[in-house]
DNA sequence: AGTTCGACTTAGCAGGCGTGCA
DNA sequence: TGCACGCCTGCTAAGTCGAACT
């Protein structure tokens, strides 16, 4: 949409990021109807945009054989298991290039329908009898002709025909018909038509109450019997057993700290349950829906083709969405728009605005007025005094009160996102198929809660009856409900610090801690499997090769309407580029369309497999494994170890990871040092899981700034050894090194830099002047007179001339009291300076699209850490976050400085 | 066996807030 | 003392994975 003359169009002029708006704005204004959308806001979907793929560019080759996790952590920062293209990364954003490239997924349908016939016809066994070539025109014919398709490899390396051998070596049963118009088009379908049978809401529980009661009764027996002989099985698990014997000496101090701030429930102290009862009592509140909509002030209207549209609240609200969003990217992105657009227009139809105009055009409309609003009451807020803020907030927090926690056993724990999702805008990632479409406001016909038989039925803080409330004790979730742009699930759980999800996390930890022992030898396997003649076998074995050595996740299929991101069993044909000798580039959108970027070095049996999963008649669109899918995988680490799945792979190396990298703590260093080095290992680990924050809006100046003063302390530097060849000439000889010019030091930044030094100190003498006369006035003495201002600024500037003058002539006269000795050692103590300010420097640089946080909160045992501030004596506080601390008080108490992963 | 569902973990974004610097 | 800036937190999207359903 770029129409220069439109009234749209001056939404695209550069805005102030705006702050999302709220809706909250005023609690005290009259309450409003809430809309129901219309069923048929739900149908169609615009259609899914094609997608353009960005050209690789590399960078950074990177040897992953050699430094994959566990392979070795080398001291030194080049020991990183993986590096990351610089820059070339960021969210795929919609390209321009867009209609030059189709869609990878669309394009295959098509290819698959031409495809078939004359790949199938196309591919004579005897193409193929070398170990590079493909496996012979694999799901070709899609189920039919699966079995027949199927190659051998013959021998240990070579791939050579065997069509009629191998049972074995089917392909994944169902293997996507050719180029795959995916299963998900009968799932869309499934869904369409699930979400069209409105008779859905009326008999929510039906389902519901045949399996969930049931199961929870069972589950009610064996928790009861479980309890009788809750030992039996603690016995088994040792390792913690032994460590609780330990423990209670640490512990006394510290129980005796944690039960005065207030009584937490120590569940790593107890025995664990089976895992499937989670509860029997369970008491709360469910959700707290937000306060409905208030319209706008009279005057604030949009305007529709240069008139303004009085609007009913239902569809003021819709378009207010838009209005707050005004600025922002989802405004100018086309799928946005549309989608937007196509709800608000339905909104319109059952809300039309009072003028009776009939809205046809996005681009015809002006939500500037809306806009600005908002903004004026943003200000407004902002605006308020310490006790009206204070005000507010104390009645949000009484507002808030009841939902806070929620009582389990007895127990009170935290809730975490008790508050329903207000309607908006759907904000899809990436190239999301459905990013603008309306998210609807939530009613309490929409929520289902979980909670205990004997527990009050909370009241909806708005008008309205639960959808359903059902007692299911094998569950966690304290409420549910399907929100309507992708018809997913939605759930209310506790906290982070809650004991369930402590529980879960340890046990994490724990698998992840396990697969050390196990990890050898399915390395061992896998590195077998490489050559395995079975297809599916070769398969699996490099694409867990690739989960092990590169961290990626196991990438389930997606659907059309969803963003395209994969994983590593959703690679297809164009996401891995070889390079021979021995290099594969990796180049896909992964989970929130991040881009992964690598470029590594593998195994020669891994490239050679890549070849052959990539050989003729595989093209664009089609999967790299395509005999492999993430339940077989799953299903084959679970029997390599119970419990084992492919994320198991990315927690453990992780967790590994940092664990050697922390070993380059400076033992003597101080604690600011010894922080560095855990960010260090902290950034590596982040690194290896492919976790990114967008560079900061400010990043690029501020970052020019440092650069600056960098060059300040080198232009210092410089002076000083002007002053020193001057004192003592001689120096030039003996000290070669001294008479080299600072690095990027030109006459023009030096020029600048002089002129702002005169600045500065014109200003300050100003200030001085100032100050000097208040003080003088209060203490009833005689001003001094401008005069002497002038003289001093005079003064001043003449001393300033005098610097380009040095500069000129590279001399300068040394300062009251210099030696060569003080100089000198001046001089070195600014190499130090610079130093540090370098180090810092690409230090910032490197950390500027790295997010540490994902990491640490996830992928990272935090007994590690807890272990090594011990060790180190740091602070854990200087390390975990109050969050963060609440989330693994057990490791806390569990870790000691000996405690490894 | 393939597909969908359910429940739970993992993820980046954006706004608020605290802090360090001029 | 004000203000930029970076960190923290809340929010909710987007994954994983096993079980249930067809």
Request: with cysteine; glycine share 4%; aromatic share 8%.
């Given at each position: 949409?770029?129409?220069?003359?439109s009234?749209?169009?001056?939404?695209?002029?550069?805005l102030?990021?705006?702050?999302?708006?709220?809706?909250y704005?005023?609690?005290s204004?009259?309450?409003?109807v809430s809309?129901?959308?219309?069923?048929h806001?739900?149908?169609?979907?615009?259609a899914?945009?094609?997608?353009?793929?960005e050209?690789?560019?590399l960078?950074h080759p990177?040897?992953?054989?050699?430094?994959?996790p566990?392979?070795?952590v080398?001291?030194?920062?080049n020991?990183?298991p993986?590096s990351?293209?610089?820059?070339?990364?960021?969210?795929?954003?919609?390209?321009s290039?867009e209609?030059?490239?189709p869609?990878?997924?669309?394009?295959?349908?098509?290819?698959n329908?031409?495809?078939?016939?004359?790949?199938?016809a196309?591919?004579?066994?005897?193409?193929?009898?070398?170990d590079?070539?493909?496996l012979?025109k694999?799901?070709?014919n899609?189920?039919?002709?699966?079995?027949?398709?199927i190659?051998d490899y013959s021998?240990?390396?070579?791939?050579?025909e065997s069509a009629s051998?191998?049972?074995s070596?089917?392909?994944?049963?169902k293997k996507?018909?050719?180029?795959?118009?995916?299963?998900?088009?009968?799932?869309a379908?499934a869904?369409?038509?699930?979400?069209?049978?409105?008779s859905?809401?009326?008999?929510p529980?039906?389902?519901?109450a045949k399996?969930a009661?049931?199961k929870?009764?069972?589950?009610?027996?064996?928790s009861?019997?479980?309890?009788?002989?809750?030992l039996?099985?603690?016995?088994k698990?040792?390792?913690?057993?032994?460590k609780e014997?330990k423990?209670?000496?640490?512990?006394?101090?510290k129980k005796?700290?944690?039960?005065e701030?207030e009584?937490?429930?120590?569940?790593?102290?107890?025995?664990?349950?089976?895992?499937?009862?989670?509860?029997?009592t369970?008491?709360?509140?469910a959700?707290l829906?937000?306060?409905?909509?208030?319209?706008?002030?009279?005057?604030v209207k949009?305007?529709y083709?240069?008139?303004?549209?009085?609007?009913?609240?239902?569809?003021e609200?819709?378009a207010?969405?838009?209005?707050a969003?005004?600025?922002t990217d989802?405004?100018e992105?086309?799928?946005?728009?549309?989608?937007?657009?196509?709800?608000f227009?339905?909104?319109?139809?059952?809300?039309?605005?009072?003028?009776?105009?009939?809205v046809?055009?996005?681009?015809k409309?002006?939500?500037?007025p809306?806009?600005?609003h908002?903004?004026r009451?943003?200000?407004k807020k902002?605006?308020?005094?310490?006790?009206?803020?204070?005000?507010?907030?104390?009645?949000?927090?009484e507002?808030e009160?009841?939902?806070?926690?929620?009582?389990?056993d007895?127990?009170k724990?935290?809730?975490?996102?008790?508050?329903?999702?207000?309607?908006?805008?759907?904000?899809?990632?990436?190239?999301?198929?459905?990013k603008?479409?309306l998210?609807?406001?939530?009613?309490?016909?929409?929520?289902?809660?979980?909670?205990g038989?004997?527990?009050?039925?909370?009241?909806?803080?708005?008008p309205?009856?639960?959808?359903?409330?059902?007692?299911d004790?094998?569950?966690?979730?304290?409420?549910?409900?399907?929100?309507?742009?992708n018809?997913?699930?939605?759930?209310?759980f506790?906290?982070a610090?809650?004991?369930?999800?402590?529980?879960s996390d340890?046990?994490?930890?724990?698998?992840?801690r396990?697969?050390i022992?196990h990890?050898d030898q399915?390395r061992?396997?896998?590195t077998?499997?490489?050559?395995s003649?079975?297809?599916?076998?070769?398969?699996?074995a490099?694409?867990?090769?690739?989960?092990?050595?590169l961290?990626?996740r196991?990438?389930?299929e997606k659907?059309?309407d969803?963003?395209d991101?994969?994983?590593?069993?959703?690679?297809?044909?164009?996401h891995?580029?070889?390079?021979?000798?021995n290099?594969?580039?990796?180049?896909?959108?992964?989970?929130?369309?991040?881009?992964f970027?690598?470029?590594?070095e593998?195994?020669?049996?891994?490239?050679k497999?890549?070849?052959?999963?990539?050989a003729?008649?595989k093209?664009?669109?089609?999967?790299?494994?395509?005999?492999?899918?993430?339940?077989?995988?799953?299903?084959?680490?679970n029997?390599?170890?119970?419990g084992?799945?492919?994320k198991?792979?990315?927690t453990y190396?992780?967790?590994?990871?940092?664990?050697?990298?922390?070993?380059?703590?400076?033992?003597?260093g101080?604690v600011?040092?010894k922080?560095?080095?855990?960010?260090?290992?902290?950034?590596?680990?982040?690194?290896?899981?492919?976790?990114q924050?967008t560079?900061?809006?400010?990043?690029a100046e501020?970052?020019?700034?440092?650069?600056?003063?960098?060059?300040?302390?080198?232009?210092?530097?410089?002076?000083?050894?002007?002053?020193l060849?001057?004192?003592e000439?001689k120096?030039?000889k003996k000290r070669?090194?001294?008479?080299?010019?600072e690095?990027?030091?030109?006459?023009?930044?030096?020029?600048?830099h002089e002129?702002?030094?005169?600045?500065?100190?014109l200003?300050?003498?100003?200030k001085?002047?100032?100050?000097?006369?208040?003080?003088?006035?209060e203490?009833q003495?005689?001003?001094?007179?401008?005069?002497?201002l002038d003289?001093?600024?005079?003064?001043i500037k003449?001393e300033?001339?005098?610097?380009?003058?040095?500069?000129?002539?590279?001399?300068?006269?040394p300062?009251?009291?210099?030696?060569v000795?003080?100089?000198?050692?001046?001089?070195?103590k600014?190499?130090?300076?610079?130093?540090?300010?370098?180090?810092?420097m690409?230090?910032?640089?490197?950390?500027?699209?790295?997010?540490l946080?994902?990491?640490?909160?996830?992928?990272?045992?935090?007994?590690?850490?807890?272990?090594w501030?011990?060790?180190?004596?740091v602070?854990?506080?200087?390390l975990?976050?109050k969050a963060?601390r609440?989330?693994?008080?057990?490791?806390?108490?569990?870790?000691?400085?000996?405690?490894?992963?």
């Amino acid at each position: 949409m770029s129409l220069p003359f439109s009234p749209l169009s001056k939404l695209y002029r550069p805005l102030p990021i705006l702050q999302l708006y709220r809706h909250y704005i005023s609690p005290s204004r009259p309450i409003c109807v809430s809309f129901r959308p219309s069923p048929h806001l739900q149908a169609s979907m615009a259609a899914s945009q094609p997608m353009a793929v960005e050209a690789p560019t590399l960078a950074h080759p990177v040897d992953v054989a050699s430094h994959a996790p566990h392979v070795n952590v080398s001291a030194s920062s080049n020991g990183r298991p993986n590096s990351r293209t610089n820059g070339a990364r960021k969210r795929y954003e919609e390209s321009s290039s867009e209609d030059e490239k189709p869609l990878a997924k669309k394009a295959r349908p098509v290819a698959n329908g031409n495809g078939n016939t004359a790949r199938g016809a196309a591919a004579s066994d005897s193409d193929l009898s070398e170990d590079d070539q493909p496996l012979a025109k694999k799901k070709v014919n899609g189920r039919t002709s699966a079995s027949k398709e199927i190659r051998d490899y013959s021998d240990d390396d070579d791939v050579s025909e065997s069509a009629s051998e191998s049972e074995s070596d089917e392909p994944l049963a169902k293997k996507k018909p050719a180029a795959k118009p995916r299963s998900s088009n009968a799932k869309a379908q499934a869904k369409k038509s699930a979400a069209t049978s409105s008779s859905e809401d009326e008999k929510p529980l039906a389902k519901r109450a045949k399996a969930a009661p049931k199961k929870a009764v069972k589950k009610e027996y064996s928790s009861s019997e479980e309890d009788e002989k809750p030992l039996a099985k603690k016995a088994k698990a040792s390792s913690s057993k032994v460590k609780e014997e330990k423990k209670p000496v640490v512990k006394k101090e510290k129980k005796v700290k944690e039960e005065e701030q207030e009584e937490q429930f120590k569940w790593w102290e107890q025995a664990e349950g089976d895992g499937t009862v989670k509860w029997t009592t369970l008491v709360h509140n469910a959700v707290l829906f937000p306060p409905p909509y208030v319209p706008l002030p009279k005057d604030v209207k949009m305007k529709y083709d240069g008139v303004p549209l009085t609007l009913p609240p239902e569809s003021e609200e819709v378009a207010g969405f838009f209005g707050a969003m005004l600025g922002t990217d989802h405004v100018e992105d086309k799928v946005f728009q549309a989608n937007f657009f196509r709800d608000f227009k339905a909104m319109l139809e059952q809300y039309p605005p009072k003028e009776g105009i009939k809205v046809t055009s996005l681009e015809k409309c002006d939500f500037r007025p809306m806009y600005e609003h908002f903004e004026r009451e943003r200000e407004k807020k902002k605006a308020m005094s310490k006790e009206e803020k204070k005000a507010l907030k104390d009645a949000k927090d009484e507002l808030e009160r009841p939902y806070l926690y929620a009582e389990i056993d007895g127990r009170k724990e935290k809730a975490g996102n008790f508050r329903a999702e207000p309607p908006g805008l759907f904000r899809g990632r990436g190239e999301h198929p459905r990013k603008g479409t309306l998210k609807h406001r939530l009613r309490p016909e929409d929520i289902i809660i979980n909670i205990g038989k004997d527990a009050p039925i909370p009241k909806p803080n708005i008008p309205g009856n639960w959808k359903g409330v059902q007692h299911d004790n094998t569950v966690t979730w304290l409420a549910h409900w399907k929100e309507n742009v992708n018809n997913q699930a939605k759930y209310v759980f506790l906290s982070a610090g809650s004991a369930w999800k402590g529980q879960s996390d340890r046990a994490k930890f724990e698998k992840a801690r396990e697969l050390i022992n196990h990890v050898d030898q399915i390395r061992k396997d896998y590195t077998v499997d490489l050559k395995s003649k079975i297809t599916a076998e070769r398969q699996r074995a490099t694409a867990l090769y690739f989960i092990d050595r590169l961290a990626l996740r196991a990438g389930n299929e997606k659907g059309e309407d969803e963003a395209d991101t994969v994983g590593c069993c959703s690679l297809r044909y164009e996401h891995v580029t070889l390079e021979p000798p021995n290099k594969v580039i990796f180049d896909f959108l992964g989970k929130d369309s991040m881009r992964f970027h690598q470029e590594v070095e593998v195994d020669a049996q891994v490239f050679k497999n890549i070849k052959i999963f990539k050989a003729e008649p595989k093209g664009k669109g089609d999967d790299l494994f395509d005999r492999l899918n993430t339940t077989g995988l799953n299903k084959y680490l679970n029997d390599q170890m119970k419990g084992l799945s492919a994320k198991v792979f990315r927690t453990y190396n992780a967790s590994w990871t940092f664990q050697q990298q922390l070993k380059n703590t400076p033992k003597n260093g101080s604690v600011q040092e010894k922080i560095a080095a855990y960010n260090t290992a902290n950034r590596e680990v982040a690194i290896l899981c492919n976790h990114q924050k967008t560079v900061s809006k400010g990043f690029a100046e501020s970052f020019a700034k440092m650069a600056d003063k960098v060059r300040a302390l080198k232009y210092q530097r410089m002076k000083l050894r002007y002053q020193l060849f001057t004192l003592e000439p001689k120096m030039k000889k003996k000290r070669a090194d001294l008479a080299e010019t600072e690095s990027d030091m030109d006459e023009e930044f030096m020029e600048r830099h002089e002129e702002e030094l005169l600045e500065k100190a014109l200003e300050a003498a100003k200030k001085k002047f100032e100050r000097d006369n208040v003080k003088l006035e209060e203490s009833q003495e005689k001003k001094k007179p401008k005069s002497e201002l002038d003289d001093r600024l005079k003064e001043i500037k003449a001393e300033f001339k005098a610097l380009s003058k040095e500069r000129k002539t590279k001399s300068v006269e040394p300062k009251k009291g210099a030696t060569v000795e003080k100089l000198l050692e001046q001089i070195t103590k600014m190499d130090e300076r610079i130093a540090a300010a370098k180090v810092q420097m690409s230090d910032r640089d490197k950390t500027k699209d790295v997010a540490l946080g994902t990491s640490k909160i996830n992928y990272i045992d935090p007994r590690i850490t807890v272990a090594w501030a011990k060790k180190y004596d740091v602070p854990l506080e200087k390390l975990f976050t109050k969050a963060l601390r609440e989330k693994f008080p057990w490791a806390e108490a569990e870790a000691d400085e000996d405690w490894v992963f």
